[in-house]
C-alpha cells in the first residue's frame, strides 16, 4: 500500500491547508480520506442525465443527498449553488466548479469557459473550487490562460483548488484516448506541475495504447499499476478518482479499493451515486464510505 | 397545477429581491405573475418587423402601449431607451437588453454581442437586463466570457439578469433544432446553472427529435409534459415563455396556458401583440392578463 | 413634409446637447440643419481620390474651404486633426473619425479598426466624433465591442456620437448590396437602436432588391418614399444623407431635396464638393445651402 | 525644389517638438535634416545580414559607427538599446524600435509585434520611437490596434513617433507589390492620417503598376514626380527615405538627392551604410551628408 | 578561445546583477560559469521521460540531486517549485519556468502559454525566470505578446530573464529544421535583440542546410565555427547550451567544451543527467563541472 502524503508536507499556504484540513478532517469519514459528490451533470450533459431518476433533476433534493450521505463536499455550478446551497450552508462544504460547457458541440478543440470566479467562492462559503483542464486539446493555450488566472486567484485567496485533468481533443483521440493509461498518466502530472491542490482523473486504462507514447506500449500493466503510477506522477498532488457514467457496482467499488490502495485521496461519484432510488444510492455510498474508512491519514 | 416558487425562497440578495418584486407585484397585475413586452426586433429581425404595423415602427408608440397594456415590463436596447423611455419613466419598469445582433450574417456561428453595461441599465432607472445566450452554438465560450461578466456585474449591482437562453448554432441544427423539447430543455438548465434570475424559453416540440440525445427520442410526451419538464429544469429559475413570431390567437393563448399551468412566471409577447392594430393589441393582451389571472403567487 | 423632432425631445444629456447645439445653431446656417464635409477619403480610398483636384490633397486647402463653405463641421482623422484643425480652431466645428481603413483587403469580412478615442476628441476641442459601423458584416461581434466602447466612451464625456450605418460584407452582398433599401433601412435602425446621436446613410435604393428580405419584395416604392422610410426608422437619432462617390449636379441635388423632405437633419458631402476647382466646390455648396434653408427647426 | 515646413507648424505638443529639435538641429548636420542609422535587421532578416562585414554583427560596432558618422540618430530593439547604448547614451539620440517580426514565416498577413512600450524609450532616455505599420495587410485591425496604443502613448509621453510605413500582404501584392507608387503614396498617406510625426517610406516606383489603382495607371510619372507625391501626400508628416537593400552606391545617392529634391526630411540607410568596411562606410556616409548638407531648414 | 563579457559590462540593473551574480558567482563553481538543471520534462513530454529511471518521477529526488550535484540552478514549474522547492530553499537557486506546454497536439504552430508571474517568481525566492519563446512560429504575434509582458515584469523586478530560443513551426521545419546552423544563430540573435540576458540554445547543426537562407548554405562550417557564430550573434547575452534528448556521454562532453571554447556562460542539462542511476548522474555532472571549471571569468 503507497503511503499518503499528510497536509503539512505539501507546501500548502495557510488558507489552503486550513480550508482542506476542514474538508479532509472535519466532514465526511473526519480520517483524511474524501468522499465528493459531484452535480454538474445537467450542465455539462443536460437534464437527459435525470432521466433514471427523475429526482435527481431538483438541486435541492441532491445536496440533501449530499448531507445524508456523509460527503466531504458538494461540487455545484454557481447558479445553483447561489439558487441551493444557502438552504444547507455550512452542513456540507462546497465545491464552487468554476467552468463548464454543454456537450452539444463536438469535443476535438474542447475548451470549458470560466462561470464563476474564487472571489465568488468565497462569497458563497465554499472551501473548495473546480477548474476542468483538458489536456492535450489544440486550444491548450486558452484553456491554461484561464487556468492561469483561476490558480492565482485561488493562491491569493486562499482556497484549494481541485483540477479535473481530462485528456480531451482530436490529438488526444489519435494518441489513445481520453482514458488511456498514457493520457490519464500525462493529466495527473500535468495538473501537478500546473500547482492543482487536487487533482481529479479517470481511471486508467492500460489496454488502450494504440497511438500513445512508445514508453506505454506493450508492457504488462494492470489496473492496479496503473493506478499506482498515476498516483505517482501526481505526487504531493492529492489524488481523487472520478466514477464517471454509471457501471455494475461491483466494478464501481473495485475500482475505488483500488484507487485508495495506490494512494488516492478520495473518490468523486455523482451518476453512480444519483442515478438510482434515494435509498439505493445511499446504500451504495455506505459501500464506498467503507473502503475508505480502511485509509486513515494523520493531518 | 404545479407550486410557485416564491421571491424569498429564491437564494435572492437585497437588490434583485427588491426589483424583482417591483416587477412581479407592484406592476401588471400585481399577482406575482408577469407580462413582458419586447421591443428589440428593429434590431434582431430589422424594420420588416414594422411592416404588419407601421405605427409599431415607432418606439414611442410601444412604450405607450406597455404602460396602456398593462405590461409587467419593456424591453428595449440601449438606444431606445436612452431616447424614449425617459418619457414613461418610471410608469413600466424597464428590461435593459444588453446583447442583441443583425439577422444578416447566418446564424451557424451565432453570437450576440453585448452594447450595454448594468450600470447602463442602473443609470436609467431600470428593474432587470437581458441576455441572450446561444446554447450550443460553436463558439459558446466568446458567449460565456461576456454572460459572465454580466452575471457579475448584475450580482453586484442587485439587477434581476433575464436570460434568453436559445438554442442554436449548426450543432443544434443537427441535433433537433432550436426549439426541440431536448434543446429547449437543456437550455433553461443552462440558464439555471449559470445564474439566470428568470429564464426566457421558447416554447419546446417534443416532434421535433431527429437526432436529439437518445432519451429524449421515442417517448410519447404531450406539450404539456414538454413545458412542465423545462419548467422543472430550471428549477428556482423563474420562466417566461416567448411569443415568437406571431401565429394564430387561439394557438397563442393555449401554448399560455400551457405555460403557466405548469409553472411559469409569466409571457413574454411581441410581434403576437403589436404587429396588428393598436386596439387588437389591446384586447389580445387582456385574454393574456385573464390566464395570469388565476396563477397568483405570494411574494 | 416630415416634421423634425426638436433638440429637447430627444433625450440627450447636457454636454451632448450643448454640443449639438453649438453644431446645429450656432454654424452653417444656423437654422437647426446640417452640412458636413468629410475629408478621410485619404485614408479610405488613397491619394487617388485627389487626382481629379490636386489641391484637395492639402488637408489645410480643404479645412479652409471648409471654413468658406459655412459647414456645420469639418470629419478629419485624428492625425490630419492635430496637424491642421490647430490653424481653424473653433472656426468650424471638428467631427472627430475615431476609426476608418484602407480599401487595400477586399470588404467580404469589413471592419474598420479605431484609432483615436473619444478623451482624443476632447483634448482637440471636437464637437462630435464619427464611428463607421458594418451593419450585417459576419464579423459584428468585433466591430459592435468596439462600438460600444466609443458609444459608452462617448456618454460620459457628453460627446455627439455620428455613426456611419453601412451595410457591408459577404452575407449584405447576398442579400441586395450595400445600398438596397432594405439594408440601409435596417442600418438606420441599427444606429438608433445602438444609442447613436446621429446617423448618416446612403441614399437607399429600392429597385435592389434581389435576395432582400421579403417584405421589401415586389412593393412599389419611389426614391422618396424610400428615403421618408429610412429617417422614420432612425426615429429620434437625426439623419445625415451622404453623398458618396461624385455624380452629376441635378442628381445630387435632387437627393439633397428628397432627403430634406424626408425629415432629415441634413448632408455630408465630401468629394462632390472637393473634387472639382475651388470656385465650382462653393457654388455647389451654395445650392445645397439653398436646399437646406428651407427646413428651419428650432432648438 | 518643395518647400520644408518648419517644426513649428507641425502642430506637436511640447515634449514632441523638444525631442525632434534635438534630433534634427542638435545633431548631424544641424540643419533640420536627418540622416538616420537603422540596425534591427538582426532580428527581421537574422544574422545572415552581417555575413558581408562580420564586424557588423557587435551592435557595439554599430553604435560607435553611429558616433563617428555623425548620424542624427540610431535605431535599435530594446535588448541591444538596454545592453549597448549606455555605453554611449546622450552622444547620439537613440531611436526606440518598438515592434518588429523575423521573416521566418511568410508576409502575407504580416504583423509586426510589440515589443517595448513609450515608457521604455523614455526610461532610456530615447528621443523617438519607431513603429512599422503594414499599410494594406488582410490583418490590419491588429495592426492599427497596436499602433494606436502606441501613438496614444507617444502623445501622452511627448515622444516623437516614427511610422515605418510599408505596404504589405497578399492584397498589396495583388496591387502591385510593395513598393509601387500607388501602395508607397498610400502609406505615406494613412501615416499622416493617423498621426504619425515622422513617416519612413521605400522609395516608390511608378513602373510596377500591374494591379494598381486605376488613377495611378497609364501616366509617364518619373521617379523624381513619384517621390514628390509621395511628400505631398505625406503633407505635415516629416518624411524619411528608406536605403532598403544594399544596391550600387551611384543609384542610392540618386535616390537620396531626389528624395531630399521632393522635400523629405532625411534619410535611412542601413544594410547600404554597414554591409562594408567601417572606412568605406564612413566615406558613403560622407556623400549622403553631403548632399543633406543642401537642404537647411530653419527650426 | 572568447572572451568571456563581465556582468558589469551587460547593462543590468541592480535586481538582475545581483540576481546573477548570486547563481553565477555564490553556487556551483563560483567561477562565473553555470549548470542548471532542467525539470519540467514531465510537462513538457510526460512521465515517459521518467521510465528510464523511475526514481526521476519524484520531484523530490531531482531537487536533492540539484544540491547534490552542485548546480547553479534548478528549473521548475510553477506547481513542482510550490510543492517541492520549500523543503530545500535557498541552497540551490530557483529558476521558476514560466511557460511550457504539453507535446499532445502537434508543434506546427506551437506556441508555449505562461502558467505563472515573475511576481511568483519572487514570492517563492526565484533567483531567474524561464520563458519559452519559439522562434519563427506562424503565432509568432501571440508569443512576443506573452514574452513582452514577461520582459516588462522582469525589468521592474529586477529578475533576471533566460530565453529558451527554440525555432519552431511549419515554417522551421522548411527552412532546415529546429536545429539548423540558420536556425538556431537566427534565435540566439532574436532573445539578444528582444531582451533575454540568458538564452538557451540547443547545438548548431551546420550541415542541416536545405531550405535555410542563402549565407549559410555551401560553406563548410565546423561544429565549433557553428556554435562560435551563435554565441556571437547573442552577443552581451549569456549563452546557455542545452543538452536535449539522451545521448551518448562522449558526444555530450565534447558538445559541452565546444561551447565554452566558443564563449558560452554555461550548460544546461537535465535527461541526459537523470534518465540513469543517482551515482552514475553525479558521475556525468563532475565531468561538467570538471570541463567548466576550465572558464573562470571575474564577476
Redesign the interface.
Known amino acids: 500500500m503507497a503511503t499518503r502524503t499528510r497536509l503539512s508536507r505539501?507546501?500548502l499556504d495557510t488558507g489552503k491547508k486550513a480550508r482542506l484540513h476542514r474538508i479532509l478532517h472535519q466532514h465526511g469519514l473526519r480520517n483524511g480520506t474524501a468522499l465528493f459528490l459531484p452535480y454538474?451533470q445537467?450542465?455539462e450533459h443536460?437534464?437527459?442525465d435525470f432521466?433514471a431518476n427523475p429526482d435527481s433533476?431538483?438541486?435541492?433534493y441532491i445536496v440533501k443527498l449530499g448531507v445524508e450521505g456523509g460527503f466531504n463536499g458538494i461540487v455545484l455550478?454557481?447558479?445553483?449553488a447561489?439558487?441551493?446551497?444557502?438552504d444547507y450552508a455550512g452542513e456540507i462544504p462546497l465545491v464552487l466548479k468554476l467552468n463548464?460547457?454543454?456537450d452539444?458541440?463536438?469535443d476535438n478543440a474542447a475548451?470549458s469557459?470560466?462561470?464563476?470566479?474564487v472571489a465568488?467562492a468565497v462569497r458563497l462559503g465554499a472551501d473548495a473550487v473546480g477548474y476542468t483542464l483538458y489536456?492535450?486539446?489544440?486550444v491548450?493555450?486558452?484553456d491554461?490562460?484561464q487556468?492561469?488566472q483561476v490558480?492565482?486567484d485561488a493562491q491569493e485567496l486562499g482556497m484549494p483548488l481541485i483540477v479535473w485533468a481530462y485528456?480531451r481533443?482530436w490529438?488526444?483521440a489519435a494518441?489513445g484516448g481520453n482514458d488511456s493509461f498514457?493520457a490519464v498518466?500525462?493529466a495527473a502530472?500535468?495538473?501537478?506541475?500546473?500547482?492543482?491542490d487536487v487533482v481529479k482523473v479517470n481511471f486508467p486504462h492500460p489496454e488502450k495504447s494504440e497511438g500513445v507514447?512508445?514508453?506505454?506500449v506493450g508492457t504488462d500493466v494492470s489496473a492496479q499499476q496503473a493506478i499506482d503510477?498515476v498516483v505517482?506522477?501526481a505526487?504531493?498532488?492529492l489524488v481523487l478518482v472520478s466514477g464517471g457514467t454509471r457501471a455494475g457496482d461491483e466494478v464501481m467499488l473495485e475500482k475505488a479499493r483500488e484507487s485508495m490502495e495506490a494512494g488516492a485521496a478520495g473518490l468523486i461519484f455523482g451518476r453512480n451515486v444519483w442515478q438510482r432510488e434515494h435509498d439505493e444510492s445511499l446504500r451504495f455510498v455506505a459501500s464506498l464510505r467503507e473502503i475508505l474508512a480502511k485509509y486513515d491519514v494523520a493531518p
Chains 1, 2, 3, 4, 5 share one sequence.
Do not use: C, M
Not at 455550478?77 to 445553483?80: A, C, N, P, V, Y
Not at 502530472?189 to 492543482?196: D, F, I, M, P
Open positions: 505539501l507546501g454538474d445537467g450542465f443536460g437534464p437527459r432521466f433533476s431538483d438541486p435541492r455550478q454557481i447558479g445553483l447561489e439558487k441551493f446551497y444557502w463548464g460547457k454543454t452539444i458541440p463536438p475548451l469557459p470560466v462561470h464563476a470566479s465568488d489536456v492535450g486539446t489544440p491548450q493555450e486558452k491554461f490562460a487556468y492561469r490558480r492565482a485528456p481533443g490529438a488526444v494518441k498514457y498518466d500525462y502530472r500535468v495538473a501537478s506541475e500546473l500547482g492543482a507514447a512508445e514508453q506505454y503510477a505517482r506522477s505526487n504531493r498532488t
